[in-house]
């Protein structure tokens, strides 16, 4: 085995970008002990697809415990919540400028809400140039690299987002048992049988959608009236029997339609410090995603000294869902909604939790919204809801705590990453075999590092690898043939 060491300099770049667009750099040969090889930058073009953006391939499945792109390489994705809970059920305001800031700052995922209500105005009847627009606004998201997770939203059965078709009750127990039976909506036919007739519809829409990283049923899914379980508390009887019928129900008529998509399904919305009760559906692309808020640090309006209370509840939360996903199931977990607030030093902390974890994750959200509900009084990441994403609408102590160095898409096995917020040093390693049920068709690691994190560019320091690639924010780096092990530590210059 040859042991290498590597060190790189990194400047951002103060020419043309269209001189140097699209080089790709690989370090020339030195002599052992010689000074770090200085290295200038190019930048890339930011409007382009998925894969250009990020390096990986819109393929994305699941290989065991892990999202996997077409090349086998282990994924990590950060991204927010773009959900629009009131007519016309889509954002407003998105366009290119939002997502070219978004993806700026290294974000490449997104959550995006669909409406029942928008779909299936009345019993049967889908509403396809909602579809349409929901569509156009999905590949918008993915020509600058972000890709979508797609949930039917819901927040306790509000004929805002649900059909009023299909609530027949006067309180959300009520909707929900009713859902859970099935029982008939006025055409006679299932209300729970008519979502899944849906999702069909929605899922023939979205097949052929390369930008699409999965699907989320049912957002927030709650007990019914039958069980006396209260919102947002466990419920085990529950989740073992109507929740996970219903997802194998979901699952089954979803193969009809598409049988390779990517599916992640929730448990219930409980604090997450016990291990869920739902039974997952035998079938090779079938993940999890859950929701975690500290209830201090929602309804904060500002960080201050009891956020630190939130920090075991946390832990043990992030712990509890990884360990049932990864090594009970043996599938991959997405977090799907955290934070909610302006409250900085825990939405940093949860991030450096997240991150220590290999974990993907959705931040609540991008729009305040004022209007929606089951709102909170710091969610959003804009100043100004009624202008586009840029840095001068952006809030930046928000920005600070949840836009960090990471990788994104690793060339093997995940072992070990942490960041100093101080320093700004980086730390990753990782095996170069393929994490299990991949196949790795590259040696090449990418990883995403914020210019509000290394303003004057970075040093790279690699051990077992070359540098193949840098930008002012993407780094890619290379493993050597025949090695097991990388180490990549990323410094500020």
């Known amino acids: 085995m040859t042991r290498s060491r590597r060190a790189y300099r990194v400047r951002p770049l103060a020419v043309a970008a269209a001189l140097v667009a699209g080089l790709a750099l690989a370090p020339a040969p030195r002599a052992a002990g010689s000074a770090p090889l200085p290295t200038t930058v190019p930048i890339a073009s930011a409007q382009t697809s998925v894969a250009a953006r990020t390096g990986a391939s819109t393929d ?15 994924l990590v994705m950060h991204g927010f919540d ?54 156009r606004f999905e590949r918008l998201l993915a020509r600058y690299g972000i890709r979508s997770l797609v949930d039917v939203h ?31 909506a006025n055409d006679g036919v299932g209300i729970q049988t008519h979502f899944l007739g849906m999702w069909q519809h929605v899922a023939a829409r979205l097949r052929d959608e390369d930008g699409v990283l999965a ?23 529950f989740e073992a029997g109507a929740l996970s019928d219903f997802y194998d129900r979901y699952v089954a008529a979803l193969r009809r ?107 609540w959200q991008y729009y305040t919204y004022a209007q929606d509900p089951a709102n909170t009084p710091g969610q959003g990441l804009l100043l100004d809801d009624a202008k586009h994403g840029s840095q001068a609408n952006a809030k930046q102590a928000k920005l600070d705590a949840v836009a960090v160095p990471y990788a ?11 960041f100093d917020r101080d320093t700004g040093r980086l730390v990753l390693g990782y095996a170069t075999a393929a994490v299990p049920g991949a196949r790795l068709r590259s040696r090449t690691t990418e990883l995403f590092l914020p210019r ?10 690699v051990r077992h690898g070359s540098l193949a690639e840098a930008g002012r924010r993407v780094l890619r780096v290379r493993s050597d043939a025949g090695v097991t092990a990388v180490r990549v530590v990323v410094t500020r210059r």
């Open 60 to 74: 994305v499945r699941r290989a065991g415990a892990w999202f996997v792109d077409g090349r086998g390489r282990a």
């Open 82 to 135: 773009i959900v629009h809970k009131t007519d016309p059920w889509l954002p407003e305001h998105v366009d290119a400028r939002d997502a070219r800031f978004l993806g700026s700052e290294g974000f490449d995922v997104a959550r995006i809400g669909l409406a029942w209500s928008a779909v299936e105005p009345r019993p049967g009847v889908y509403d396809d140039a909602y579809l349409t627009r929901f569509i």
């Open 154 to 184: 819901q927040d306790l059965w509000s004929t805002q987002n649900m059909p009023p078709w299909a609530t027949p009750g006067t309180t959300y127990a009520d909707n929900f048992q009713a859902f859970w039976d099935d029982a008939p």
């Open 215 to 237: 699907l989320d049923p049912f957002n927030e899914p709650q007990a019914g009236l039958d069980s006396a379980c209260a919102p947002f508390a466990p419920c085990p009887a």
């Open 257 to 363: 339609i598409d049988p390779t998509r990517l599916v992640l399904l929730e448990p219930l919305p409980d604090p997450n410090l016990l291990a869920s009760s739902i039974r997952l559906p035998h079938d090779p692309q079938v993940g999890t995603t859950f929701h975690e808020y500290c209830t201090i640090t929602q309804t904060a309006t500002s960080s201050g000294p009891q956020d630190q209370a939130c920090d075991p509840i946390e832990q043990t939360a992030l712990d509890t869902q990884v360990d049932q996903a990864r090594q009970s199931f043996g599938v991959p977990t997405f977090v799907g909604e955290w934070s909610s607030n302006d409250a900085d030093d825990d939405n940093a902390h949860m991030v450096d939790l997240m991150s220590q974890r290999f974990l993907s994750w959705t931040m």
């Open 408 to 418: 994104r898409a690793i060339a093997g096995t995940p072992r070990a990453t942490s």
């Open 452 to 461: 509000r994190v290394y303003p004057d560019g970075y040093r790279v320091h």
